[in-house]
């Protein structure tokens, strides 16, 4: 009779680093072990954080020896850099991954290139977690005062993700050089006494003051600042998810400044839209007006207003945003590339932009100067509900059947709130005079896109400008 044995196991080699963020001490062991020729399935990675238990592995001094002779090992720049990033992660098989990726990059040198490799797209996903997270800790630090022998002293707690807490330590005394301050983690902490960095042991909550009277004005300051007109409760949880919350003391008045949002919005609107005398009895009494409008900023910075143009007796008005830089110089409403190709869509959907009404939401051009350039600036919601007085003049004395409202700053100056573009479009909605709205994008948004992503946008923007083309058709029979 034979008897079978179970086959001895591989020899497997346990690595200890100094510390989770040890690249040098991880690029250094696996220099070694691929000169070595050691399998990334025969290592167990450790750090102080992240404890493995490996029956089989042997201890880091009975590592194996590398032949003199043998070449080291080669890593490509992106690599190096990725590979930095992941080091940060709080993954535990992030070394293996690392050490995998660096033995394949020996046979392809141009691994890294291969967005659609298994490995390089853990490595670049994991890199993308570290740098969210080190973007939260620095947009979400907040710092208490503490009373320390007659001299101040700030104390903040955060609790990273991932081993971030090195990796922002110099963007911390850059931002904070004249403080004395304490940052404590639950994985280390960092202090700054205004002259030398020093790290400490993990902290716990408790260690950290609860609260101190500069929260008072700073929850006064953060709800003066609130825009419940900009409100989008998803995008704000998307960048200030409700786990920082607790360490905010801003974040207490959030969920009653969205509720009261709405309200809020609804008085702007109301505000904005406020009587401002007689109401001009015809378009170059508006067009009079606006030169001489200085309701709001943009009013006031010195450019020329674009009054609106086109037959008085037009079905259709067209309402883009604000007159651009082109626009500014002529005079004119949609002059520039944004309305050559509004124009070019117009006339093949049909509709003859000669007989259309063309004004924006906003009368004067905002900008920001950039060198000799003047670069765009969207409109407040303030300014978008003053400016909203004239748009209504207009529209008393055009009276379109149709009004066309390209992107959300148009759509709110007709509706009075803000709406999503993408959600409203390609439908007719009732305006307060009976006439339809319909929404698209912007053509300017077009300009901005790329490729397929341009292609297919302009697809559903022709679609739309189809749609609005028949309606006119219908209501002139």
Known sequence: MKHSLNPVPAQVFRISLAAPDDFEGWRDAARHMIRASIAADRIVWESPSDQTVDLFAQGERNLPSAPADTLQPRASRDFLQLAQSVMLHSDIERFSLMYRTLCRLQSRPRLMEDKADPDVRRMEDLARQVRRDIHKMRAFVRFRAVDESGS??????????HHILRANAGF?????????????????????DGDRLQEGPPATRADAPSGDPVEALWRSYYASI???ARLKVGAMLKEMPRKYWKNLPEAALIPELIAGAQAREAQMVKAGGQDFGDRPQSLNAIGEGILACRRCDIGCNGTRAVMGEGPQSAALMIVGEQPGDVEEEQGRPFVGPAGQL??????????????AYVTNAVKHFKFTPQGKRRLHQNP???EIDVCRWWLDGERALVRPRIVLALGASAARSLLG?????????????VLDDGSELWITTHPSYLLRLQDQG???????????????SVRLSEMSQ
Do not use: C
């Not at 124009?343 to 959907?349: D, I, K, N, P």
């Not at 709130?417 to 909605?429: E, I, L, M, N, W």
């Open 172 to 192: 911390f005394v850059r931002r904070f050089t004249t403080m004395r301050w304490s940052i404590l983690t639950p994985r280390g902490t960092l202090h700054w």
């Open 226 to 228: 609130f825009n419940p």
């Open 417 to 429: 709130k803000t709406v999503s573009v993408q959600k409203a479009r390609g439908v007719p909605h």
């Open 454 to 468: 341009r292609a297919e946008e302009e697809t559903k923007f022709a679609s739309g400008l189809r749609k609005v």
């Open 342 to 355: 509004l124009r070019a869509h117009l006339e093949s959907a049909g509709i003859a932009d000669r007989r």
């Open 380 to 382: 407040s919601a303030r």
């Open 152 to 161: 101040e002293h700030y104390v903040a707690w955060f609790e990273p993700e």
